[in-house]
């Protein structure tokens, strides 16, 4: 038969085994709600950066459409001097519009 020492020694390791056993559960559920609150601050960080990038994707075209609204202006400002030099023609000539036929 066995010693009380010896069945001692046994209930003390069985004793310490379970509450190591408990302190690594205990870690690793704290581990594992820490990594479910990263993942939660993380996909949350992830949508806003999705978000971000659909809102600066269209900035290229926003140059394009500078420089097309600026050839507009210039354009604009030709045909603003054109029409500007026709009617003060017009309200120059007594002939008009009977001279404009003729030219």
Known sequence: ML???TVTLWWVSLGLGVVVS???SLL???IHREAQSINAVVSQIWTTGQRVANNTVHIPTLYRTEETVAAILVRA????????TIEAHANGCPGCPQCMKSH
């Open 3 to 5: 010693e009380a020492s």
């Open 22 to 24: 408990l302190v690594v």
């Open 28 to 30: 690793l559920w704290l």
């Open 77 to 84: 400002g030709r045909i603003a001097e054109g029409a500007a």
